[in-house]
T-cell receptor, first 114, second 114 residues
Framework: AQSVTQLDSQVPVFEEAPVELRCNYSSSVSVYLFWYVQYPNQGLQLLLKYLSGSTLVKGINGFEAEFNKSQTSFHLRKPSVHISDTAEYFCAVSERADTDKLIFGTGTRLQVFP | GAVVSQHPSRVICKSGTSVKIECRSLDFQATTMFWYRQFPKQSLMLMATSNEGSKATYEQGVEKDKFLINHASLTLSTLTVTSAHPEDSSFYIC??????????FGPGTRLLVL
């Protein structure tokens, strides 16, 4: 069975500092990987996804993530955060054989301070 | 891009009444839509997969008679919470699959049962 672990429930950071949100997954088969962002009282917005090819994936709003198969990780990074990046971030995985079903991590609250 | 809407955005109802939530794909057709619920400060939990023209597939532990799903057309899926109780209060989010890998999410519906 698949699972997703986001070790950090909260990440506080000052504006313009770099940030990394960690995500590890567990699966016995090949997977697709996703990062979503959720602003207060809103649905989820896709930040980026890894399907195949280059392990470094660039997304919207200056975010990027790197797929590391040996470490089963898909950490999200941004070199310089803004106040507007304050939100909840969810890592998710789906099996390639069953691409319809997404399994979500518990989320990481990124709070950017001025 | 792919836009998914939900209506209503929030609803308050009395215990014992039924509530219908609509999920629409605005600029594409979706043969598959998903319904999630999200409790405060928790991740999204998949409730069911809604398939156009066939019965929904429910996740383990989700009562299909309580959460009625109807996928009436390629752009509309509805979730009806029957005989709602306070413990059903939650944030309900739908999503639709675009292509083979990516889900696009609606803005969510906040249900409060008094």
């Amino acid at each position: 069975a698949q699972s997703v672990t986001q070790l950090d429930s909260q990440v506080p950071v000052f504006e313009e500092a770099p940030v990394e949100l960690r995500c590890n997954y567990s699966s016995s088969v090949s997977v697709y990987l996703f990062w979503y962002v959720q602003y207060p009282n809103q649905g989820l917005q896709l930040l980026l996804k890894y399907l195949s090819g280059s392990t470094l994936v660039k997304g919207i709003n200056g975010f990027e993530a790197e797929f590391n198969k040996s470490q089963t990780s898909f950490h999200l990074r941004k070199p310089s955060v803004h106040i507007s990046d304050t939100a909840e971030y969810f890592c998710a995985v789906s099996e390639r054989a069953d691409t319809d079903k997404l399994i979500f991590g518990t989320g990481t609250r990124l709070q950017v301070f001025p | 891009g792919a836009v998914v809407s939900q209506h209503p955005s929030r609803v308050i109802c009395k215990s014992g009444t039924s509530v219908k939530i609509e999920c629409r794909s605005l600029d594409f057709q979706a043969t598959t839509m998903f319904w999630y619920r999200q409790f405060p400060k928790q991740s999204l939990m998949l409730m069911a997969t809604s398939n156009e023209g066939s019965k929904a597939t429910y996740e383990q532990g989700v009562e299909k008679d309580k959460f009625l799903i109807n996928h009436a057309s390629l752009t509309l899926s509805t979730l009806t919470v029957t005989s709602a109780h306070p413990e059903d209060s939650s944030f309900y989010i739908c999503s639709a699959v675009v292509g083979q890998e990516t889900q696009y999410f609606g803005p969510g519906t906040r249900l409060l049962v008094l």
